[in-house]
Nanobody, 115 residues
Framework: QVQLVESGGGLVQPGGSLRLSCAAS????????MGWYRQAPGKQRELVTF???????RIADSVKGRFTISRDNAKNTAYLQMNSLKPEDTAVYYC?????????WGQGTQVTVSS
């Protein structure tokens, strides 16, 4: 079992920044990609970005140039730096980690971008 705990969400004004963290614990040996998904009200959950253990990353076009993912393998933690936030970034953000063929999810953290 792998447990993922997210933190760092909240309310921010348009143009502001937030940094999300996702700490993995438990049977974390062998975690390969860690990533972030988001789900806005009435919409499907979508992939925002992910990063492999070697540092290779992919990011959705909608957030390219504004969001950056990073990870600290020694701490089994992934980060999502979100800059220039827009109201359409409002969603619940979920951390995801894959161990073998099993995907694990965090509980989600709310990000609200509003003036």
């Amino acid at each position: 079992q792998v447990q993922l705990v997210e933190s760092g969400g909240g309310l921010v004004q348009p143009g502001g920044s937030l940094r999300l963290s996702c700490a993995a614990s438990g049977r974390v040996f062998g975690i390969v990609p860690m990533g972030w998904y988001r789900q806005a009200p009435g919409k499907q959950r979508e992939l925002v970005t992910f990063i492999t253990s070697s540092g290779t990353s992919r990011i959705a076009d909608s957030v390219k140039g504004r969001f950056t993912i990073s990870r600290d393998n020694a701490k089994n933690t992934a980060y999502l730096q979100m800059n220039s936030l827009k109201p359409e970034d409002t969603a619940v953000y979920y951390c995801n980690a894959v161990v073998g063929a099993v995907a694990y999810w965090g509980q989600g953290t709310q990000v609200t971008v509003s003036s």
